[in-house]
Structure formats: C-alpha cells, structure tokens
C-alpha cells in the first residue's frame, strides 16, 4: 500500500546525516599536516560507507514506489495514495507502514551494517599485514 | 517473480562490478546497490505475504506470474534509466562535458 515511505523517509535521514559527516570531515582534514592526512586517507570514510546505505534505501523505494504505480496504489492527484480514500483502507495502510515498512528499513540498514562491518574487518586486516611488512623490512634492514 | 528478477538482476550486476573493480567510472556500484536495495525490500515483502498465505505463496496464478514477470522487467529498466541518468549527471569520465564544449 505504501510500506516504501518508511525506507525513502530512512533515506531522507540518511542522506542528511551524510552531507553533515562529509562536512566534518572535510573540515578534520587539514591539508598541511601531511601525518592527518595520510590517516584519514588509509582509513574509508563514515559518509562513504553512509552513502551506500542511501543509495540501497533510495533505489529500493524508488523501485518500490514504480510497482505500487504499477498496482495502482499511488497516483499522480491528491491524496496520492488510494488508500487514503477511505477510513478502513487508510488504517491497513498505517498497520502495513508499521510492518511490513519499518521491516523492510531495519532490513536494509541491517544488511548495510553487515557491509561496514566487512569492510572494516577488511581495512584492519589490510592494516595488520602492511605492518607486519613494513617490521620485517625494518628488522631486515637493521641486520 | 519481481523479487527473482530483481535478485538476478542484482546478482549479474555485482558480477560485472566486481570484474571492473576497483575502477567504478561506470558507476556499476551505484545499480549493484540499487538492486540490493530494492530485493531486500521485496524479500520482506515476501516474508509477510508467505506469513499469510503459507505453502499457496509457492503456487501462484499463471496470470499473476506473467504480470509480475512484466513487472520485474519493467523495474529492471526503470533502475537502468535511473542509473543512466545518474551516469550521465554525475559523468565521471568527463565525456559530456566534453562532448559539450566541444
């Protein structure tokens, strides 16, 4: 009925939060201090990883959105949804929203919480070996 | 259907990512993201319903079948159009511009 707009109202969220974190991250980089730099580009970004979760919540409703056209439960003239019509069919509407809606967000952001994780565990992984590399070279150097 | 048409659609879409990787001037994660989104959504969806309606979910119409095979089609094209028009928006090869100031 319309269960998309609890994702696409996570999205508007999201999509915030992201311009604000890529604000403050672009004020934490000082571009003269060569040290902050190199550590800010080793490690990916909170609002890189924030941006796929935007990008699978917006996509996802807007996919979502173009089968409800499709069954006709969202059209081009106010109220919009169908299922505004009429008292009875407005009630389903809110219980699905509460449902089938709100599973469908923490859905997403869950599988995206799966993906930061990953990346993370990734990132330290890459980070373990490169010191590793970087002590043997050392110690073969000093020898 | 839909959500197996999506699924697929997803599935080759982060094949071609992933053969293209780290290069993503295509802006093929964008689409694998999409898709994703969309078929977790539909999965949810599929739940509910299969909460429902039990074993009958598994054994639809072929009338239903062949309108949400349209639809899963149909979705497939409208996130290619949105992931073209983003392609082209954000173009990242600099080709329109280019192509522009030419």
Not at chain 1, 42 to 71: I, R
Not at chain 2, 72 to 98: E, N, Q, R, T
């Amino acid at each position: 009925m319309a269960c998309f707009l609890v994702p696409a109202g996570e999205a508007i969220v999201t999509t915030v939060l992201t311009k604000a974190f890529k604000s403050k991250e672009k004020a934490e980089m000082d571009p003269t201090s060569e040290e902050v730099h190199e550590a800010v580009s080793a490690k990916l970004p909170f609002s890189k990883k924030l941006s796929w979760l935007n990008n699978m919540l917006w996509g996802g409703s807007a996919l979502l959105a173009f089968e409800h056209v499709w069954h006709g439960e969202v059209v081009a003239w106010f109220p919009f949804l169908t299922a505004m019509e009429n008292h009875d069919e407005a009630m389903a509407m809110l219980h699905e929203m509460s449902t089938v809606g709100v599973s469908m967000a923490v859905l997403v952001t869950a599988a995206w919480g799966v993906m930061v994780l990953a990346s993370d565990v990734i990132m330290k992984k890459q980070e373990l070996e490169d010191t590793a590399q970087l002590q043997e070279i050392k110690t073969g150097d000093s020898e | 259907m839909t959500l197996l048409i999506t699924v697929f659609a997803a599935c080759v879409t982060t094949v071609l990512w992933y053969k293209k990787a780290p290069d993503d001037s295509m802006r093929l994660g964008f689409l694998c993201l999409m898709y994703w989104g969309a078929s977790l959504m539909w999965m949810c969806d599929a739940i509910f319903e299969y909460k429902e309606m039990g074993a009958e979910f598994f054994t639809p119409e072929v009338s239903d079948m062949i309108n949400d095979g349209f639809l899963g089609l149909s979705v497939v094209a409208l996130g290619m159009i949105i992931w073209l028009a983003y392609l082209i928006i954000k173009d990242p090869k600099g080709i329109v511009k280019k192509m522009l100031t030419r």
